[in-house]
């Protein structure tokens, strides 16, 4: 597409302020752009994620969602971070509803105050895995570093990943992602990443690795704090709260915190355990931190 100009936003989300959390590209008006040309600059722009707003009218809104190395139907700081970049230049109104391959995610958000939440699809609980060696290895562990009262379990909420107990905050810390091994963990357990964490006194604190997305390690995942909120609400891990704020990114230089809200589908009150599927909302900070052009 010789000639065109295509504009984007540069946006950090899951953060209290600019130039912290993870960071998006979104481009409002992708015209013509093919499949090819929408990977091609996810790549160019390097983050872990890149949204292109295919329709955008009343109070919802489609888009795609590309890593640098492949098509995502669902993540999390792209839905936070383009719903706001869509309220805030008045494309959409609040509450929204925003469509992805996924299906469909309600968003709300609060230009003023600069922050926006969304609820995640019905959380769906895929088998325990048993391997613990091989989940240990893969991230420089040992299975007396993994929690021993909580499983290894991929849980999705429109994404699935792998959840990883580690006993301690400190054992998180020194995890090292063995990229071949991460792979055939996320394979064999049927994730699309490792989600690991440990509990602090603030809250949660999580570490994300990848093996497929060219992201390496994540600065905040949207996407994996949902299935962790429900997965610490099924085992015990919220008290009497239901609710958490997540931690992650300290360990790239990105520190993020990602707020949790969790109830059953259908329950009389936010922990009736008696109804349906856990249902989480996950909400944070936003910051539109940059505007411009590629020239293609």
Same mark, same amino acid.
């Given at each position: 597409?010789?000639?065109?100009?295509? $504009? +984007?936003?540069?946006?950090?989300?899951?953060?209290?302020?600019?130039?912290?959390?993870?960071?998006?590209?979104?481009?409002? =008006?992708?015209?013509?752009?093919?499949?090819? =040309?929408?990977?091609?600059?996810?790549?160019?722009?390097?983050?872990?994620?890149?949204?292109?707003? !295919?329709?955008? &009218?009343?109070?919802?809104?489609?888009?795609? %969602?590309?890593? $640098?190395?492949?098509?995502?139907?669902?993540?999390?700081?792209?839905?936070?971070?383009?719903?706001?970049?869509?309220?805030?230049?008045?494309?959409?109104?609040?509450? &929204?509803?925003?469509?992805? &391959?996924?299906? =469909? %995610? $309600?968003?709300?958000?609060?230009?003023?105050?600069?922050?926006?939440?969304? !609820?995640?699809?019905?959380?769906? +609980?895929?088998?325990?895995?048993?391997?613990?060696?091989?989940?240990?290895?893969? %991230?420089?562990?040992? !299975?007396?570093?993994?929690?021993?009262?909580?499983?290894?379990?991929?849980?999705?909420?429109?994404? $699935?990943?792998?959840?990883?107990?580690?006993?301690?905050?400190?054992?998180?810390?020194?995890?090292?992602?063995?990229?071949?091994?991460?792979?055939?963990?996320?394979?064999?357990?049927?994730?699309?990443?490792?989600?690991?964490?440990?509990?602090?006194?603030?809250?949660? !604190?999580?570490?994300?690795?990848?093996?497929?997305?060219?992201?390496?390690?994540?600065? &905040?995942?949207?996407?994996?704090?949902?299935?962790?909120?429900?997965?610490?609400?099924?085992? #015990?891990?919220?008290?009497?709260?239901?609710?958490?704020?997540?931690?992650?990114?300290?360990? /790239?230089?990105?520190?993020?915190?990602?707020?949790?809200?969790?109830?059953?589908? @259908?329950?009389?009150?936010?922990?009736?355990?008696?109804? @349906?599927?856990?249902?989480?909302?996950?909400? #944070?900070? /936003?910051?539109? /931190?940059?505007?411009?052009? +590629? =020239?293609?």
């Amino acid at each position: 597409m010789p000639g065109v100009n295509v $504009p +984007f936003r540069l946006v950090d989300v899951f953060t209290p302020r600019p130039l912290a959390g993870n960071q998006l590209c979104v481009v409002p =008006e992708p015209g013509q752009l093919d499949d090819a =040309e929408m990977q091609a600059i996810a790549k160019e722009i390097g983050f872990s994620e890149t949204t292109f707003v !295919t329709e955008a &009218a009343g109070d919802r809104y489609a888009m795609r %969602i590309f890593t $640098p190395g492949q098509e995502l139907p669902f993540a999390g700081h792209p839905t936070l971070g383009t719903a706001f970049v869509l309220v805030g230049e008045g494309r959409v109104s609040t509450p &929204a509803t925003q469509v992805i &391959a996924a299906g =469909e %995610i $309600p968003v709300d958000v609060d230009v003023a105050s600069g922050t926006a939440w969304m !609820t995640q699809l019905p959380a769906e +609980f895929g088998p325990i895995f048993p391997d613990r060696d091989l989940i240990a290895s893969a %991230i420089g562990l040992t !299975t007396g570093d993994l929690d021993k009262g909580r499983p290894v379990q991929t849980v999705s909420t429109g994404l $699935p990943t792998t959840i990883v107990p580690i006993w301690e905050l400190e054992m998180l810390r020194r995890a090292t992602r063995n990229e071949h091994l991460v792979g055939e963990a996320v394979a064999a357990s049927g994730g699309q990443d490792l989600y690991l964490f440990a509990h602090t006194a603030e809250g949660v !604190t999580a570490r994300m690795f990848d093996s497929e997305f060219g992201i390496g390690e994540d600065p &905040a995942t949207g996407s994996a704090a949902g299935p962790l909120g429900a997965y610490l609400a099924e085992y #015990g891990g919220l008290g009497k709260t239901w609710s958490v704020t997540i931690h992650q990114g300290e360990q /790239v230089g990105r520190p993020s915190e990602l707020h949790i809200e969790v109830h059953r589908e @259908g329950g009389l009150w936010p922990g009736d355990r008696s109804s @349906g599927a856990w249902r989480v909302r996950v909400g #944070g900070g /936003v910051h539109v /931190v940059g505007r411009g052009e +590629f =020239e293609l």
